[in-house]
């Protein structure tokens, strides 16, 4: 391939810039040309274009959201729109594209493989809820805010005898929720994946104040998928008589520097990406399989379901108290 197209569509992620580096410089080594493909799908149907050269994309490893925006775009849901895409990209001599995003945006790249543009999809999504990939962009970044929002969320609540509730983001997955709440001792977490009991994670709080030394003070981490943090403050303060908060920690979680295994996780797949289509192979998404880089099927890879956090979560359970 001469020239090869680079965007991120769906939600961002901290480390999403460093994927779009790596794609950059690994094409451009293999004397390639790369074009920047502002906010997603609708920049592609826009024709909105930045050419991407070695300069371009210095600086930008450590900074979180994307230098390229991000959008939704509902046209491309439909075979019009894809076939929209697929002429700007014969128009202007893209020959693949790589898109780095969550699974909608890889269903729009496969719809656009299938019309003759070889597309690469790369996981970037806070989440970690592409099912075929144990690792996505932004992930470890993301808990490492949330796990530093709420130990200084901690402060507060054990000056008050509190018990703070916290909603962390994870729309569809718990992974967020279950891994943070290790990572802060928190009594427990509430996610979509397992079944959840108010009465007991209260009576565990009765009889962790009451024992000899007891604590003063109770961190509960929910999934945004359950929601409902207020009023699960309100329910655990009417069950044990512990004053609560709810606190939802949102957007931030987003935001800023990307950490190292993000940074890394993104430099591999974007390698990786342009690797496979520069051997002419598209409609794969690069993901991470027993720790190491693979390649799958975009629409196998779309259809895989991979497993809950379950022993993490029950090491939660039996350590918090
Ligand atoms: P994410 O990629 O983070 O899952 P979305 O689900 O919002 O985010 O999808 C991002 C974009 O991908 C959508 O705005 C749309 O342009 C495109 N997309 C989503 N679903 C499909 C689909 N089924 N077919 C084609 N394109 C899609
Ligand atoms: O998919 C990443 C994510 O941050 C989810 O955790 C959250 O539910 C969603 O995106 C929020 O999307 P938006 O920024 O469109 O509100």
């Known amino acids: 391939m001469k020239k090869i197209g680079v965007l991120t569509s769906g939600g961002d992620a901290p480390g999403m810039n460093a994927a779009v580096r790596a794609v950059t410089r690994a094409a451009l080594s293999k004397g390639m040309e790369v074009v920047g493909i502002q906010r997603g799908y609708v920049g592609l149907l826009n024709r909105e274009f930045v050419d991407m050269t070695a300069r371009?994309?210095?600086?930008?490893?450590?900074?979180?959201?994307?230098?390229?925006?991000?959008?939704?775009?509902?046209?491309?849901?439909?075979?019009?729109?894809?076939?929209?895409?697929?002429?700007?990209?014969?128009?202007?001599?893209?020959?693949?594209?790589?898109?780095?995003?969550?699974?909608?945006?890889?269903?729009?790249?496969?719809?656009?493989?299938?019309?003759?543009?070889?597309?690469?999809?790369?996981?970037?999504?806070?989440?970690n809820d592409i099912q075929c990939t144990e690792y996505t962009i932004g992930y470890d970044t993301a808990m490492n805010t949330a796990m530093e929002m709420i130990d200084k969320l901690r402060d507060t609540t054990q000056s008050h005898a509190r018990c703070s509730v916290v909603e962390v983001m994870g729309r569809r997955a718990g992974y967020i929720a279950v891994n943070v709440a290790i990572a802060v001792g928190a009594e427990a977490a509430i996610t979509?994946?397992?079944?959840?009991?108010?009465?007991?994670?209260?009576?565990k709080m009765i009889r962790t104040r009451d024992s000899k030394g007891g604590k003063n003070h109770f961190i509960v981490v929910v999934a945004e998928g359950v929601g409902q943090a207020e009023n699960i403050a309100r329910s655990i303060q009417e069950m044990t008589g512990i004053e609560s908060r709810a606190t939802v920690l949102g957007h931030?979680?987003?935001?800023?520097?990307?950490?190292?295994?993000?940074?890394?996780?993104?430099t591999e797949l974007g390698y990786h990406?342009?690797?496979?289509?520069?051997?002419?192979?598209?409609?794969?998404?690069?993901?991470?399989?027993?720790?190491?880089?693979?390649?799958?099927?975009?629409?196998?890879?779309?259809?895989?379901?991979?497993?809950?956090?379950?022993e993490r979560y029950d090491i939660l359970t039996e350590t918090a108290y």
Do not use: H, W
């Open 56 to 127: 371009s994309v210095s600086g930008i490893i450590q900074r979180g959201g994307t230098v390229l925006y991000t959008a939704r775009c509902p046209e491309f849901r439909n075979m019009d729109g894809v076939m929209k895409g697929k002429e700007v990209c014969e128009e202007i001599g893209i020959e693949g594209l790589v898109v780095i995003g969550g699974d909608g945006s890889f269903r729009g790249a496969g719809d656009l493989s299938s019309l003759g543009i070889p597309c690469i999809g790369i996981p970037g999504t806070i989440d």
């Open 192 to 203: 979509l994946e397992r079944p959840y009991d108010l009465n007991a994670i209260a009576a």
């Open 252 to 266: 931030v979680q987003r935001g800023g520097s990307p950490t190292v295994r993000d940074r890394i996780a993104a």
């Open 273 to 310: 990406a342009v690797e496979l289509l520069d051997q002419g192979i598209g409609n794969r998404i690069v993901g991470f399989k027993d720790g190491k880089i693979y390649d799958i099927d975009l629409q196998e890879g779309l259809a895989m379901k991979k497993p809950f956090d379950d």
